[in-house]
């Protein structure tokens, strides 16, 4: 236990929630514990209120001079409020501490105006105190108060070395007991790939199924990122699997992840194939795909999509290093495959991102201060192009959705590595389109299926053993701190960041080696350090950090736990945290919206979104440890921890959501089709090589036939209130147009022709409300502000008026298409590409 230099400090003032507590710390090997004085459970007299914080949800630790009350009072000064009037802040914790301590007697409520403290914060002076400042992972943000600046160091250190690891059996989950409700459960087999696909319709072990398992990567040889089991088309051997692999990134071949009974369509999924410059093609990969794209034999009107949730210039950047995107001339079978590109950003945008919501919004959770809404949903924020994120995915998700139900197409979708934004789109198509993914058990088995065994590496993206740079020292600087605030955006990191990233960055940013090389390597990202601080004169020796750059502290910290970290474990550990990335965050944000949007269509409820986020980092539990299944095979996982399901399987009740009602019995979906216009001709010249040649930039579809105007029939209107009923389009009551639910900004990017959508037939033998799948309202997306510990007044009362028309609505507008105008080859914008008949109504593109 050498490596805690304290287990305990008393008379430590917790800020919490806008509430300030006086109470007792506890260091213990995995947690950091805060005793409550002064307020007894209902239990037992002498049980104190405790809190609890396991070291890996820590994000970053800011250790600062004087109290966390400062930055309260410089708030104070900035509202040019009369400097005598600050001491009702003091003045109003005092008077609260005593009638708190008197109503608390009897009552173990914390509510939002509570403070419990014996010291008299009127007298004393608050700059002798010296803070520590914690933001978690799960955005759970709270400060300590010490008097003693000897333990507050004390204290910064031992969390240094408790929370910086170097091996994975470190973590508590290694040494987790369940209690006797848990320990009822195993749930680490839940997921049986022969069960679930027979539930959806797909009798592997017959040899009549067009699919098949291969035992191909048995012993991980073949994939080691891949599940041992992989769904193929029964009639691609696995000699053919072997030549395939070497065409794509990581290995990661097309393999079945979804079938869809109700068209008898599917989704497959993959990583980037390796066409570089030279543009190289794989004959071995075009017959998979062919034969996955001809599963489905007896359909003669699928149309086939190739997905690429890249955005297309980024695609296109990864031939330089020997990645790249399919060419349609070499997939395009029988003229029944399209390509889109879905412009999702990479991990390093979204970590950047949301650095600047935690930096700019969130960082002051401890004291709950106000959140400037305005600036928060003004859209040239940049923390709002979180929510326009969210909005890219759902709108893809939703035109994929549309087009498995009325198209009755088979869809690879694939992005660099297969592992972040595929896991992403192909979970949420499987959420919208089968109901059983919408309950407790369905979607347990979608994450297993779907991340946990398709190998997202969420201890890479979780960053489990965490690093040295998100501590910061900022007692130690060479200016003088008491002419500034307390604010932790003033801070200067304690590690000098060597390579060129900020150290004080909640989430990292990715070095960009081969797998997303999507944004330039030097590119830098906002951080919780806002002050303008020197730190380049790294050979100057007056410079305190330098002294202490060059001290013997760093390499004590990381020998901990009775092991020296070598080197290269050094490495290992910085590298996973420059590719940190709340991935899984975002999905379970974007499940958050459908459920917001069908209340009634989920059996679990919000609750059970957010313990899953907070057990993603907590590393109770084995589930979300390592980054994929060969690893967890290797360190025997299920033998020495817990599965996480176990949690929630035995606190069912917690987590239902009462308002759920079942979807109907019958979960195949009335038959949907739609007939390609008899004049619609499909380009038989490929135009792709020429862009990779030179990328268009933006999300610009390029080089469309023109169908002329009678593709469009006497009837569109017909088909149009036909689709009103399902809620897909919306009709502009003042002009008579009608109109895509979708933002034009978020709609994928379609470089091939596309289908115009002109007969609409339904089952007459089904109800037409009586459907088991749901679309996202993408006009309908708000903050997720109970994860963020705020009120949803607090971050979306500014937000009604993005999501409502905008005042040119009433305005009358030509139709929008997609494509390119005859008289010129540039692509033209949605509202002036006239002349490619396309109405806003297709299932393929977004006007």
Not at 679 to 701: L, M, R, Y
Not at 806 to 827: A, F, L, M, R, V
Request: one cysteine or more; aromatic letters at 10%; charged letters at 20%.
């Amino acid at each position: 236990m050498e490596y805690i230099k304290v287990t305990k400090v008393d008379n430590v003032l917790l800020h919490r929630k806008g509430c300030t507590f006086e109470g007792t710390l506890h260091l213990t090997t995995h947690h950091l514990i805060f005793t409550i004085q002064n307020l007894k459970s209902n239990t037992s007299s002498n049980n104190a209120k405790e809190f609890w914080f396991a070291y890996p949800l820590i994000f970053s630790v800011f250790k600062n001079k004087g109290s966390a009350l400062l930055t309260k009072l410089n708030l104070t000064k900035q509202n040019n409020t009369n400097i005598e009037d600050s001491n009702e802040i003091t003045d109003n914790y005092k008077n609260n501490s005593n009638n708190s301590s008197k109503t608390n007697n009897n009552n173990s409520t914390i509510n939002s105006t509570t403070h419990v403290y014996s010291i008299d914060l009127t007298n004393a002076d608050l700059w002798s105190f010296v803070n520590i400042k914690i933001i978690g992972k799960d955005y759970t943000i709270f400060s300590l108060d010490f008097q003693i600046p000897s333990q507050a160091n004390d204290v910064f250190d031992s969390l240094l070395r408790l929370t910086v690891l170097k091996n994975t059996n470190q973590l508590y989950a290694f040494i987790y007991n369940p209690g006797k409700a848990e320990s009822k459960f195993n749930s680490w087999k839940i997921y049986n790939v022969i069960d679930e696909f027979k539930r959806q319709g797909l009798d592997l072990i017959s040899s009549n199924c067009p699919w098949r398992i291969s035992d191909i990567n048995k012993d991980f040889k073949f994939c080691n990122t891949y599940p041992r089991e992989l769904i193929i088309p029964r009639d691609v051997s696995d000699t053919l699997l072997s030549h395939a692999s070497k065409f794509r990134s990581q290995s990661r071949i097309p393999v079945l992840s979804y079938y869809y009974k109700a068209s008898n369509c599917s989704i497959t999924r993959s990583s980037q194939p390796l066409t570089g410059i030279i543009k190289q093609r794989s004959p071995q990969d075009e017959s998979l795909i062919y034969n996955i794209f001809n599963t489905n034999k007896e359909s003669t009107q699928n149309k086939n999509l190739i997905v690429d949730a890249r955005p297309m210039t980024n695609a296109y950047a990864q031939t330089a290093l020997g990645g790249g995107t399919e060419f349609l001339e070499y997939y395009n079978f029988n003229n029944s495959s399209k390509r889109i590109f879905l412009g999702i950003d990479n991990i390093h945008v979204i970590s950047d991102i949301m650095n600047n919501l935690i930096d700019n919004f969130l960082s002051d959770n401890d004291l709950n201060l106000p959140i400037n809404s305005l600036k928060l949903n003004n859209k040239y924020s940049k923390s709002f192009n979180w929510l326009k994120l969210i909005k890219t995915i759902l709108s893809s998700t939703e035109t994929l959705t549309k087009s498995m139900i009325f198209n009755n197409s088979n869809i690879l979708v694939h992005c660099s590595d297969g592992w972040d934004r595929t896991a992403q789109i192909s979970s949420l198509i499987q959420i919208c389109l089968d109901p059983f993914f919408r309950t407790i058990d369905g979607f347990i088995i979608l994450v297993e299926k779907e991340w946990i065994s398709f190998g997202h590496k969420f201890q890479e993206r979780s960053n489990h053993l965490s690093n040295e740079n998100i501590f910061h020292d900022n007692t130690v600087s060479s200016f003088n701190l008491k002419n500034n605030s307390n604010n932790i955006s003033q801070s200067s990191p304690i590690i000098n960041d060597t390579d060129g990233f900020s150290s004080s960055s909640l989430f990292g940013k990715d070095a960009n080696d081969f797998t997303d090389f999507d944004t330039p390597p030097n590119t830098t990202q906002p951080s919780m350090n806002m002050a303008s601080t020197n730190l380049s004169s790294s050979n100057d020796s007056s410079n305190p950090l330098n002294s202490l750059l060059n001290s013997n502290f760093i390499s004590n910290v990381t020998n901990h736990f009775n092991n020296s970290t070598t080197p290269s474990s050094l490495l290992q550990i910085s590298k996973s945290k420059q590719f940190s990335s709340p991935i899984f965050q975002q999905f379970l944000d974007c499940v958050y919206q459908l459920i917001s949007q069908n209340p009634n269509k989920f059996q679990f409820n919000e609750r059970f979104l957010r313990r899953l986020i907070y057990h993603l980092y907590s590393c109770q539990y084995g589930t979300f440890l390592y980054n994929n299944e060969f690893e967890r095979y290797e360190s025997h996982l299920s033998d020495n921890t817990r599965s996480v399901w176990d949690y929630f399987l035995c606190r069912r009740n917690e987590f239902t959501n009462s308002n759920y009602v079942a979807s109907p019995t019958k979960t195949n979906t009335p038959t949907k089709q739609f007939k390609t216009p008899k004049n619609f001709e499909t380009p038989t010249k490929a135009n792709i090589p020429e862009q990779a040649k030179t990328p268009t930039k933006g999300d610009t579809p390029v080089n469309f036939n023109t169908p002329t105007s009678d593709d469009i029939k006497e009837d569109a209107q017909e088909v149009k209130d036909k689709l009103k009923k399902f809620n897909i389009v919306d009709q502009d009551e003042n002009t008579n147009n009608t109109t895509s639910k979708a933002d034009s900004s978020a709609a994928p990017v379609i470089d091939s022709s596309i289908d115009s959508l002109d007969e609409f037939s339904i089952d007459q033998a089904s109800d037409i409300d009586d459907v088991d799948w749901i679309l996202p309202d993408i006009n309908n997306i708000k903050w997720w502000w109970q994860l963020y510990d705020r009120k949803d007044e607090e971050m979306n009362s500014n937000l009604n008026n993005k999501n409502s028309k905008s005042p040119d609505s009433n305005k009358t507008t030509k139709k929008s298409y997609i494509g390119i105008s005859k008289k010129s080859n540039e692509p033209t914008s949605h509202e002036e590409s006239l002349s490619l008949r396309l109405p806003s109504f297709n299932f393929f593109g977004k006007s």
